[in-house]
């Protein structure tokens, strides 16, 4: 069974730091893309971020670009977000999932909350 | 930027059939992929590629894809089916690659 279970969340004042991590089991991890989505409180789904499966390229969002870093190990079969010089519209609820050959989303953890505020 | 535009809200009375629109430019053109989102849960992709539905997906599940306007149809509704329901797309010109429509709220009467 395909598990993905995001850690790392909590509350952050503005302008600091989290690292999220996302766990994967029951599949081969290197054989996926990996990406981060986000669903800021009574909003819609955004991508955050996306990583191919060897870490050799990975993509932003236009509005993220230079705060946000993902990447993954795929020794320990996990994926990670480093988000610096985090916002108070960063506050959100952020999934992992892998990614399909459609470039859609296969499977998604239940997400990890993220909460900016002073 | 590409935009797809979902209707905020859909009511359906159980067994019948929901219809949730999906519309962007030349959306027929792109794969576009649908999600279930419960509270609490994992999201879950029910249909991908316009019209396939992944294993374990119900057959009432299904979709359909031209001109500027993507379709999900969820037959025989069941108070189960009650959800928010996103599209999405890729789209390399867009500031996000992946795209994910505004979002539907299905209420099961």
């Known amino acids: 069974e395909v598990q993905l279970v995001e850690s790392g969340g909590g509350v952050v004042r503005p302008g600091g730091s989290l690292r999220l991590s996302c766990a994967a089991s029951?599949?081969?991890?290197?054989?996926?893309?990996m990406s981060w989505v986000r669903q800021a409180p009574g909003k819609g789904l955004e991508w955050v971020s996306g990583?191919?499966?060897?870490?050799?390229?990975?993509g932003y969002a236009d509005s993220l670009k230079g705060r946000f870093i993902i990447s993954r190990d795929n020794a320990k079969n996990s994926l990670y977000l480093q988000m610096n010089g985090l916002r108070a519209e960063d506050t959100a609820l952020y999934y992992c999932?892998?990614?399909?050959?459609?470039?859609?989303?296969?499977?998604w953890g239940q997400g990890t909350l993220v909460t900016v505020s002073s | 930027s590409y935009v797809l535009t979902q209707p905020p809200s859909v009511s359906v009375a159980p067994e019948k059939t929901a219809r949730i629109t999906c519309g962007g430019n030349n959306i027929g053109s792109k794969r576009v992929h649908w999600y279930q989102l419960k509270p609490g849960q994992a999201p879950v992709l029910l249909i991908y590629y316009d019209t396939d539905r992944p294993s374990g997906i119900p057959e009432r599940f299904s979709g359909s894809n031209s001109g500027n306007t993507a379709t999900l149809t969820i037959s025989r509704v069941e108070a189960g089916d009650e959800a928010d329901y996103y599209c999405q797309v890729w789209d390399s010109s867009s500031d996000h690659l992946y795209v994910f429509g505004t979002g539907t709220k299905v209420t099961v009467l």
């Open positions: 999932a892998t990614l399909g050959s459609s470039w859609h989303f296969n499977y």
């Open positions: 029951g599949f081969n991890f290197d054989d996926y893309g």
């Open positions: 990583i191919n499966w060897n870490g050799g390229s990975t």
